[in-house]
């Protein structure tokens, strides 16, 4: 094996590390809202995303920067959009100044039920990462997370 083939391997090793931690985490934090909230992962994510908009210039995101933010495809945000409008959670309307945009703002029921889950939301992850850090894989993943709790957050697009 050459030194690029244990690098490879090292790389491979670490990327799975991490994807089991985020599917461990993932799924944690999905029980935890669906019981308490009858919420899932993405659609916290969402409400989430949509409730740090702003009024002011760029403070409205479009569909596909709300893509971005929750790792879904433009086609699957659209759809969740839909289901959550239709649980009264979300509002669309068009943009006063580009009459082909369409906004979407949490509604005050989304804003009560992110409220609400929000401490659910914390307490599963911390519970998650608490649980991650006790197998020696993870653990270092676990310490590079909680490291970018004092690193400011990026903003979005």
């Known amino acids: 094996m050459t030194a690029t083939d244990s690098a490879l391997t090292g790389l ?10 985020h599917g461990r985490i993932e799924s944690h934090i999905e029980r935890a809202l669906q019981a308490g ?3 899932s992962v993405r659609e916290y994510s969402l409400l989430d995303v949509l409730s740090r908009q702003h009024s002011g210039p760029g403070g409205h995101l479009r569909m596909h920067q709300v893509a ?4 879904l495809s433009q086609s ?3 759809r969740l959009v839909s289901r959550l409008e239709d649980r009264g959670l979300l509002n669309r309307y068009i943009c006063d100044t ?5 906004y979407t703002d949490v509604s005050e029921a989304g804003l009560a039920l992110l409220a609400a889950a929000r401490p659910t939301n914390d307490a599963a992850l911390r519970e998650a990462l608490a649980e991650a850090a006790r197998n020696p894989e993870l653990a ?3 310490t590079a997370v909680e490291n970018t709790r004092t690193s400011p957050v990026p903003q979005l697009p």
């Open 140 to 142: 270092p993943l676990v």
């Open 68 to 71: 971005d933010s929750v790792v």
């Open 37 to 39: 909230h009858g919420l």
């Open 12 to 21: 491979a090793q670490g990327w799975c590390a991490l994807s089991l931690l």
């Open 98 to 102: 580009d009459r082909r945009g369409i």
């Open 76 to 78: 699957a945000t659209t």
